[in-house]
């Protein structure tokens, strides 16, 4: 069946740009709302393992409302540039900036970030890089502008959740979440796009390479909540 959202299995940046511009304004709202508050744990738990030094410099890539950027900036002295394509979800973000002068706000695509080689002493990706167009070509990017040694953390969801509560989180993923987040966000198609989306993610293994292939080294892999979602810290050589 045809949909008016974008193709999971190729991930075109602009349609995939209108669908979150269009959610925009309930996003932060269907996040907890979905998660059951979990996503801010999620966030203190990635944030703690990138370890932000204060008076350095770090990404929040895919950054949408800024609430990882505010999580990194809890650390005194720790300047944050956050960067997303949807300039809808960055206004958002603008609010929560309260005239913070050490957040930036940048519009940017993944795939062609606008900053110089070594720009960043670290950086963090929330929940976005199931939605790069190329997924390869944007870790690699990610890597040019880290400095040498800078630390990076991925938190995201995984291919498949296994265990015990495997299959009821799935039944939920899959048909509970979209119903939900429809209703709510108004968006028909949105909500289905997530559960496709990770359908169509590398695999635990396969991701494992990819970050390899892209000049990083692997620190930490583990997954949260029941495997709900994984966390990955890796450090560019």
Do not use: Q
């Amino acid at each position: 069946m045809k949909t008016n959202g974008p193709d999971p299995g190729t991930r075109r940046g602009g349609e995939v740009r209108l669908m979150f511009s269009a959610i925009a304004p309930r996003y932060d709202l269907l996040n907890h709302l979905l998660s059951l508050n979990i996503d801010r744990y999620w966030r203190k738990k990635a944030a703690k393992a990138l370890a932000p030094e204060a008076g350095k410099l770090y990404l929040d890539l895919c950054c949408g409302t800024g609430d990882f950027a505010l999580e990194l900036m809890k650390r005194e002295g720790v300047k944050v540039v956050g960067v997303d394509f949807s300039e809808e979800m960055l206004r958002i973000a603008e609010g929560k900036r309260s005239g913070r002068s050490a957040l930036k706000l940048a519009a940017g695509d993944a795939l062609s970030l606008p900053f110089k080689d070594g720009s960043f002493d670290g950086g963090t990706v929330a929940f976005g890089i199931r939605n790069f167009e190329k997924l390869e070509e944007g870790m690699n990017e990610i890597c040019r502008v880290m400095k040498k040694g800078a630390g990076f953390v991925v938190l995201e969801f995984p291919h498949k959740v296994g265990g015990v509560l495997g299959p009821l989180f799935n039944f939920y993923f899959r048909n509970i979440l979209p119903l939900i987040g429809r209703l709510i966000s108004k968006d028909s198609f949105a909500y289905t796009y997530l559960p496709e989306s990770v359908g169509h993610f590398p695999a635990d293994e396969e991701l494992k390479e990819l970050f390899a292939r892209c000049g990083f080294e692997l620190l930490s892999f583990r997954k949260l909540t029941f495997g709900i979602v994984f966390e990955a810290a890796i450090k560019k050589r």
